[in-house]
T-cell receptor
Framework: DAKTTQPTSMDCAEGRAANLPCNHS???????VYWYRQIHSQGPQYIIH???NNETNEMASLIITEDRKSSTLILPHATLRDTAVYYC???????????FGTGTRLTIIP | EAEVAQSPRYKITEKSQAVAFWCDPI?????LYWYRQILGQGPELLVQ????????DSQLPKDRFSAERLKGVDSTLKIQPAELGDSAMYLC????????????FGSGTRLTVV
């Protein structure tokens, strides 16, 4: 599976859009980008995934660059409850094994 | 919303003692995973089950760790004997179809070995 690089930490003001970047320059054509988050003392929570098209659901939007070497997770209106560690993971569809890095610690500031 | 149940939520045990964790996945989820998360790191896969069969236990320290899912439903992870370095969060997750549309994780068991 392709390796990902994320910033260690980020801050975002409450009510603003939080944009979390992820680099995955070695991604192959049939690998998907998945995002999970982990709120303190809880298990990771699935957010969204995509292959090459931009995706949106009730939690977030995922923007994948045309060359697929990077992506951005967007939380459109961040709240204090979005404070968490966000993991960007690249895996083959149906691979069944998530490999977590250290993620980005996002802090939403009142 | 369906949840993955884990117990206990917290466990403190002495070094060299045996300890066990239990997980009940979402009903109908054939695939079950156990992960270990050391403080400050991301979760690391220990073992993966498909129904009652082990699919991958390559990262499971088999000299002291064991896992079973006898009827293909709930699962138990055991450590015997526990060591100080086993202090971590132990997370269980399940998926319906290989995780293509996301895994569901439980809240974990926080183990402290003293």
């Amino acid at each position: 599976d392709a390796k990902t690089t994320q910033p260690t930490s980020m801050d975002c003001a409450e009510g603003r859009a939080a944009n979390l970047p992820c680099n995955h320059s070695t991604i192959s054509g049939n690998e998907y980008v998945y995002w999970y988050r982990q709120i303190h003392s809880q298990g990771p929570q699935y957010i969204i995934h995509g292959l090459k098209n931009n995706e949106t659901n009730e939690m977030a939007s995922l923007i994948i660059t045309e060359d697929r070497k990077s992506s951005t997770l967007i939380l459109p209106h961040a709240t204090l409850r979005d404070t968490a560690v966000y993991y960007c993971i690249v895996i083959y569809f149906g691979n069944e094994k998530l490999t977590f890095g250290t993620g980005t610690r996002l802090t939403i500031i009142p | 919303e369906a949840e993955v149940a884990q117990s206990p939520r917290y466990k403190i045990t002495e070094k060299s003692q045996a300890v066990a964790f239990w997980c009940d996945p979402i009903s109908g989820h054939a695939t079950l995973y156990w992960y270990r998360q050391i403080l400050g790191q991301g979760p690391e896969l220990l073992v993966q089950f498909q129904d009652e069969s082990v699919v991958d236990d390559s990262q499971l320290p088999k000299d002291r760790f064991s896992a079973e899912r006898l009827k293909g439903v709930d699962s138990t992870l055991k450590i015997q004997p526990a060591e100080l370095g086993d202090s971590a969060m132990y997370l269980c997750a399940s998926s319906l179809d290989g995780g293509d549309y996301g895994y569901t994780f439980g809240s974990g068991t926080r183990l402290t070995v003293v």
